[in-house]
């Protein structure tokens, strides 16, 4: 719906003249000499309706302008405004449809290669090991230090180049390394990517990977130590279980040989993990679950068992902004008793382990869970949902002033093009009535339920509401002197002349009472459906 309603606002101009977007030039050149007569300025005294017919007749002017000209047309069809806008100049050499389309798509790609090799993305972790215990016997209080580093960049459209670096400090030994990696996109179904690295892990590695079906991919790797020279042979499995799980089986050839088996399940407000690692000696099964409370804030709990650790992790996070979000885990285990905090923004990450204490204590335990949770429960409660409840509140008012704004400065225009249409639109109301012809008794343009609501009922009153604008001026004015009104179809209501868009965001309907014939009729159409009165299945 939102890729339809993209291409039909791309019609306003059509909305303008009253024409359908398959109108011909003679339709084209008819429909302007009609509203250029009626918003001619000098046909007007009044200072006011000077103005109104001003602006009116130049937002004809420019809709004659562009549908007059085969290619500005074409650029309109198919990008809007927004195409003729950004400069899209096609040479005098391109004459059919098919080749001015083809031009402006490959100016658009030309663009959005530009846009996207001049894009760089970051990423990085920093990570501060703190010691408590440490602290305690006089040994300083941070253990160590540890930085990610990694820029991302589209070389082209299949390609995408990265480049690293890793820093980390433990006590008096430290050491760092660089790595890079070339992905290259060798079809819809398969990639291959080259690695390199020096520093601490020495390597060179080139790895594959492609969609064996739609619920099945594989990839398979071969890195060599520069070291050593040791051969390592990794190979991956994933497939689709159903529409919410999916299931991994990886497989480590090599000086470090191992097995594991995952799987992952996900949807709109859970997401569990399990995986089950097999190594020389030693193995690990660990199991991760997290739940959305809301779209700001989520908890956790993991588990990881294995030869020489046993770890559960219980914890949550907060959304603090579009691009930042803030995590507390309290982790217990055999190693000891610590926090973890977190924070993200944008691809950087920032994360600061605190060791409380080396050994299990029950009382200590349930104190170090206990006392944060509880302090952030007293937050929550006292000062972070008020807070947001009140920015929520002021961003409401805010959009609301904004969108009330927009509505009353359209609900001006539309009343002043329905000025310079009124005595034209008696005149052919009066015309239409001595005939027994059509007449537009009442038409209100705008929110459906209002509208639903108002055609399901007897009563044909209406009390005034922001929602909907009265368009029986427009409509009447509209009528041709066959006794006949025609809106067409994927053109949006709102752009026409003495309409305007009376709640926007909203789906919008047209509700039209007339009388043709000495009979009573009624209808009710969508914003982009075709309008044809009378007929006969709309009496009353």
């Known amino acids: 719906m939102a890729e339809l309603n993209e291409e039909q606002d791309k019609r306003e101009l059509y909305a303008v003249l009253n024409l359908s977007p398959e109108a011909s030039d003679e339709e084209i050149r008819k429909a302007y000499r ?3 007569q009626l918003y001619h300025p000098d046909k007007f005294q009044s200072p006011n309706l000077k103005d109104a017919a001003t602006e009116n007749f130049q937002r004809v002017c420019e809709a004659y302008e562009i549908l007059s000209d085969p290619i500005k047309r074409q650029v309109y069809d198919i990008y809007g405004m927004e195409g003729l806008k950004s400069g899209l100049e096609l040479g005098p050499s391109l004459e059919k449809v098919e080749e001015i389309k083809a031009e402006l798509d490959r100016m658009k790609r030309m663009r959005e290669l530009e846009k996207k090799a001049a894009r760089i993305q970051s990423s990085g972790t920093i990570m501060s090991n ?8 006089g040994e300083g209080l941070f253990q160590g230090m540890a930085m990610t580093s990694e820029i991302q960049s589209e070389l082209s459209k299949r390609s995408v180049a990265v480049i690293g670096g890793n820093l980390a400090v433990d006590g008096h030994v430290g050491g760092g390394g660089a790595n890079a ?8 179904a398969s990639s291959i990517d080259f690695m390199a690295s020096a520093g601490l892990r020495s390597l060179l590695g080139v790895q594959t990977s492609r969609h064996i079906s739609s619920h099945s991919s594989a ?11 040791s051969l390592n042979l990794s190979n991956a499995w994933t497939r689709q279980l159903s529409d919410t799980t999916n299931g991994s089986i990886q497989l480590l050839l090599g000086s470090h040989s191992s097995v594991a088996v995952g799987w992952q399940k996900k949807d709109k407000r859970r997401t569990a993990s399990g995986e089950v690692k097999f190594g020389t000696g030693s193995f690990e099964t660990s199991v991760h679950y997290t739940h959305r409370f809301s779209s700001k804030s989520h908890g956790c709990i993991a588990g990881r068992v294995g ?3 046993i770890e559960m992790e219980v914890g949550g996070g907060r959304k603090l902004s579009k691009f930042s979000t803030v995590r507390w885990l309290y982790v217990i285990g055999i190693q000891g008793i610590s926090w973890r905090f977190e924070l993200y923004r944008g691809g ?7 060791l409380l204490t080396d050994y299990l204590n029950p009382v200590f335990a349930t104190g170090a869970f206990v006392i944060p949770a509880s302090f952030y429960l007293v937050l929550k409660k006292f000062f972070i949902k008020p ?15 904004k969108s009330s704004a927009q509505v009353q400065e359209g609900r001006a225009a539309a009343e002043k093009a329905q000025k310079l249409q009124q005595n034209v639109a008696n005149r052919k109301r009066n015309k239409q009535l001595e005939m027994d012809g059509l007449v537009i008794m009442k038409a209100l343009y705008g929110s459906d339920t209002i509208l639903n609501n108002l055609d399901s009922s007897n009563e044909t009153s209406f009390e005034s509401t922001s929602g909907v604008i009265d368009v029986t001026t427009p409509l ?3 009528v041709n002197d066959s006794s006949q009104l025609k809106l067409h179809e994927g053109v949006k209501k709102s752009g026409i002349m003495g309409f305007c868009d009376p709640c926007p965001g909203e789906h919008k309907m047209l509700y039209v009472e007339y009388s043709y014939a000495s009979n009573q009729h009624r209808v009710l159409v969508d914003d982009y459906e075709e309008l044809l009165i009378p007929q006969g299945i709309h009496r009353i």
């Open 34 to 36: 009609q509203w250029a």
């Open 387 to 401: 807070y947001y409840l009140k920015r929520s509140k002021q961003k409401a008012l805010e959009k609301e002033g």
């Open 348 to 354: 950087q990450k920032l994360v600061v382990p605190i």
């Open 130 to 137: 703190i010691s408590l215990p440490q602290y305690l016997v």
């Open 219 to 229: 990839t398979a790797g071969l890195t060599l130590s520069l070291k050593d020279g």
């Open 307 to 309: 030869s020489s650790s």
């Open 476 to 478: 009447n004015f509209l």
């Open 181 to 188: 990696v070339l992905s290259h996109q060798l079809s819809e």
